[in-house]
């Protein structure tokens, strides 16, 4: 019976569901049992791009669990946060058979102990460190010793679910107040489920460096492949589990759509918040028969893309004022080429999620090889360096031997830039990278042979991007997994080629020309854009974004600099004024690319008053400050002795004698004051100065944290009012810092 749904299900493609069943057949007992499951729950694209013997691993890895640790396991939990194979996007490998070999010896019958050593040991083993989107598989990352939250926060549940500790990976698609995302971890112990950062250890639980702001989300999200039961929507791949109540304050948002009177029903409704000079999705929901969508959300503004009867409808709200509304979307018919401007209101401040911690024990960080070195020795030996040099960092640590003996195929004497990047270079988009080009250029010989293939191909609407030699082989895939597959085959055949704004081109004629794989005449035509002002910090100060039906499609910086023709359609630009609060001055534009533009940037001003915030110090750093109370501000400053930076800040200080009649001063110290500052002996010369010293990297982090400013950047500055309450941070030097302080005191 089971096997019948399964055949069911990967009816889509004979030559899968055949390997398929044929694979679950060849097991018995629980392996063929835990088999069924995960292939009743993944998706298409998933079956396709796991290798069946790494699932193997997952499985027995679970039966030795089930038979002994997990025997008394609730059957959900076990299966779903146990079993799994999938925490993100990773390629999924076999890991959980060698973390039992290297994990169970340091196990106890504690699992608060158990979760503290593992996460302990994982530090040990992988760092922070940023790298680009694509998340590498679990053995990988142990291998290379770094990787972004999502690379530790997978790498960390993979080793607690090899031990029997049911954990999942939670996320902030994006956040509101500031610009990037985060990712950490849940467990279940002791009966419920408990927060932790990955590669992160602490000494108790529902403690990390994250938690300011986690309290300021907008979204908090788990993910999970099974369905559950309560789910706040599915993209095609994963259901997503609205968390965001256990970490910020929330509030219940309930929308009503109607047009002409009449209930929207059915209307696509995309949830932005701002980040990195743009507007971001944190969630994508549908309206009832009602027309009404419902969400559990953050306080703060949101932007809403409704699409509905083929129209865009652009909408600002605020979730606590507009927390139950009705949205007449005749009042929101799109205006085009026109600024509005506006505050954008962030959720507040709050310490909700704070607390003390015992002190936490050294970490010594063992330092990883180069995890690749075959792979490099290959390229070399087959004279592909150059190639090997315009790798970026992460595919030099997990691509694979045979990968670069495919390349060789394509030309061995190309080695200008152009042909480095569109034609040897086998990197399309973040896909799994496999051989593929002996194959590809023994089967097409044209262009013409591979967009009638394509014609052929079956389009999935799951969100996992499998390889393009697996596309090829089964002959289905989502929209994305084509396109990369067109490149990869053009390639093949030496056609250069390229994927931008996740659209296709080929080179013709010494310049690149959109192609449209899809035959759908709607994406043909092409215009300039450009852009006049100060282009600067694109993706930071200001963003360019398609929309289009199946989300939006962030124009990336190289079509700016480069000056590319963008496809014809809506768009929408934004310039952003990030508030040391959180909120933002951002003024937005929406464009009819329907012929060539010329726009000049514009930036939103903002009164003074906008710039405050109200941020809580930690109880360790208010601790050591003495309040008499005696002055209305305080000024605090984090630093170390003849830093560059630091010795700006105190210099503008020490000129300003007025300004330093009205604050209570402190000066903290990362480590030990020697004296040798001789700007700061000057200060301490011309006012009362309370000195701090030794306050380590721990407390630095979460002065940092909580003024939500870099706290890794030197010195952090804090105004705060007569009871410790910051009313205005940053970290660095700012040019004109005692005139700011003063029109703040002055307000």
């Avoid at 989300?551 to 040391?580: A, F, H, M, Q, W």
């Amino acid at each position: 019976m089971e096997l019948n749904k399964i055949k069911d299900k990967f009816s889509i493609s004979p030559k899968l569901e055949k390997e398929i069943v044929s694979f679950i057949e060849s097991q018995d007992g629980l392996v063929r049992e835990f088999l069924t499951y995960l292939y009743q729950s993944m998706s298409v694209s998933d079956a396709i791009f796991t290798e069946r013997e790494d699932l193997l691993d997952y499985c027995k890895a679970a039966k030795v669990l089930r038979e002994g640790r997990c025997k008394d396991m609730e059957e959900s939990l076990f299966l779903d946060y146990i079993l799994y194979h999938r925490v993100n996007t990773e390629r999924v490998t076999a890991n959980r058979t060698k973390f039992q070999e290297i994990l169970f010896p340091m196990l106890t019958d504690d699992d608060f102990e158990n979760v503290k050593r593992i996460n302990y040991w994982a530090a040990s083993q992988v760092v922070y460190q940023t790298t680009d989107t694509r998340t590498l598989e679990v053995m990988k990352i142990w291998e290379s010793g770094f990787g972004r939250c999502g690379e530790e926060s997978t790498f960390f549940v993979s080793a607690c679910r090899a031990c029997g500790i049911p954990a999942r990976q939670l996320y902030v698609p994006w956040w509101s107040h500031c610009d990037d995302n985060h990712a950490w971890v849940e467990v279940y112990v002791n009966g419920k489920w408990q927060y932790l950062g990955a590669c992160e250890p602490e000494e108790i639980l529902n403690k990390g460096w994250f938690d300011d702001a986690s309290a300021r989300a907008m979204l908090v999200f788990s993910k999970t492949f099974p369905k559950p039961k309560h789910f706040t929507y599915f993209d095609g791949e994963a259901y997503y589990v609205n968390r965001t109540s256990n970490y910020a304050d929330t509030i219940d948002f309930k929308l009503k759509f109607t047009l002409n009177k009449q209930v929207a029903v059915g209307a696509d409704i995309e949830f932005q918040v701002l980040n990195f000079g743009g507007f971001r999705t944190i969630t994508r929901l549908t309206t009832d028969d009602l027309g009404e969508v419902e969400l559990e959300v953050g306080i703060g503004d949101v932007f809403l893309i409704c699409r509905y009867l083929g129209e865009n409808y652009f909408i600002r709200l605020n979730t606590k004022l507009d927390n139950e509304k009705n949205i007449d979307l005749d009042n929101f018919k799109s205006e085009y080429e026109r600024w509005e401007e506006f505050i954008w209101q962030a959720p507040s401040p709050s310490d909700r999620n704070r607390k003390d911690t015992p002190k936490k024990k050294e970490v010594k960080y063992i330092e990883k090889a180069f995890p690749n070195e075959n792979a490099r020795k290959t390229a070399f030996s087959l004279g592909l360096e150059n190639l090997w040099e315009s790798l970026n960092e992460k595919d030099k640590r997990d691509i694979r031997v045979e990968v670069l003996e495919d390349c060789k195929l394509t030309n061995e004497s190309l080695a200008d830039d152009i042909f480095l990047k569109y034609l040897l270079n086998p990197r399309v988009y973040i896909e799994h990278l496999k051989p593929c080009r002996k194959t590809f250029s023994k089967h097409f010989k044209c262009k013409e042979d591979i967009l009638e293939f394509i014609d052929e191909i079956r389009v999935l609407k799951d969100k996992v991007l499998a390889s393009p030699v697996d596309v090829f082989n089964y002959k289905v895939g989502n929209k994305l997994s084509i396109k990369v597959f067109a490149v990869a085959a053009f390639r093949s055949i030496g056609i250069l080629s390229k994927l931008e704004d996740e659209q296709v081109y080929i080179y013709n004629e010494n310049d690149f020309e959109l192609i449209d794989i899809f035959n759908e005449n709607s994406i043909t035509e092409t215009y300039k854009l450009e852009f006049k002002g100060d282009l600067s910090y694109y993706g930071v100060k200001w963003n360019l974004t398609r929309i289009v039906d199946e989300g939006c499609i962030y124009i990336e910086e190289k079509s700016i600099k480069d000056k590319s023709n963008l496809v014809k359609g809506k768009y929408l630009l934004t310039t952003v004024n990030r508030l040391p609060n959180g909120n933002a001055c951002v003024k937005e534009m929406l464009i009819d690319l329907n012929k060539n533009l010329e726009i000049t940037l514009s930036y939103m001003e903002t009164e003074l008053k906008n710039i405050l915030s109200h941020n809580k110090l930690p109880e360790s750093i208010k601790s050591k400050l003495e309040n008499d109370k005696s002055k209305k501000y305080k000024l605090v400053i984090l630093t170390d002795e003849n830093s560059e930076p630091s010795r700006h800040v105190v210099n503008e200080l020490c000129e300003d004698e007025s300004l330093l009649n009205e604050l209570d001063l402190f000066i903290l110290f990362k480590e030990k004051y020697l004296q040798k500052d001789e700007s700061i002996k000057r200060l301490l010369s011309k006012t009362k100065v309370n000195i701090i010293e030794n306050i380590g990297d721990e407390l630095t982090e979460s002065f940092g944290r909580s003024l939500f400013v870099n706290h890794e950047l030197l010195p952090i500055v804090s105004l705060c009012d007569e009871d410790f309450i910051s009313v205005y941070g940053f970290s660095g030097y700012q040019v004109g810092t005692t005139t700011m302080l003063e029109s703040i005191i002055k307000l």
